[in-house]
Nanobody, 124 residues
Framework: QVQLVESGGGLVQVGGSLRLSCAAS????????MGWFRQAPGKDREFVSA????????RYADSVKGRFTISRDSAKNTVNLQMNSLKPEDTAVYYC?????????????????WGQGTQVTVSS
């Protein structure tokens, strides 16, 4: 099994920054693509960003392009999400996810492992 633990969430004012981290453990493969999703109250879980197992490809939701940056350190089994210029609509529980394939995916159904989430609240 693979365990994913998110950290770095918190309360931030509009325009501020946060960096989320996802620590992977267990039978983790560096070839797994990793993704970030978020779920706001009353809304479905939505795609935020993803990075390929090779770290050669990244993908972002239109709503976060230019503001968020995903990265990974395969040696440390961590994936990060740098979030800048935060907006109230970024408020959500952010989930780290992994899939057993190299390519990135924006579909939550394509992911095999999920963390418990970390709360990000952007005050307006």
């Amino acid at each position: 099994q693979v365990q994913l633990v998110e950290s770095g969430g918190g309360l931030v004012q509009v325009g501020g920054s946060l960096r989320l981290s996802c620590a992977a453990s267990g039978r983790t493969k560096s070839t797994y693509a990793m993704g970030w999703f978020r779920q706001a109250p009353g809304k479905d879980r939505e795609f935020v960003s993803a990075i390929s197992g090779s770290a050669g490809t990244t993908r972002y939701a239109d709503s976060v392009k230019g503001r968020f940056t995903i990265s990974r350190d395969s040696a440390k089994n961590t994936v990060n999400l740098q979030m800048n210029s935060l907006k109230p609509e970024d408020t959500a529980v952010y989930y780290c996810a992994a899939r057993r394939y190299l390519p990135v995916s924006g579909r939550k159904s394509d992911y095999d492992y999920w963390g418990q989430g970390t709360q990000v609240t952007v005050s307006s």
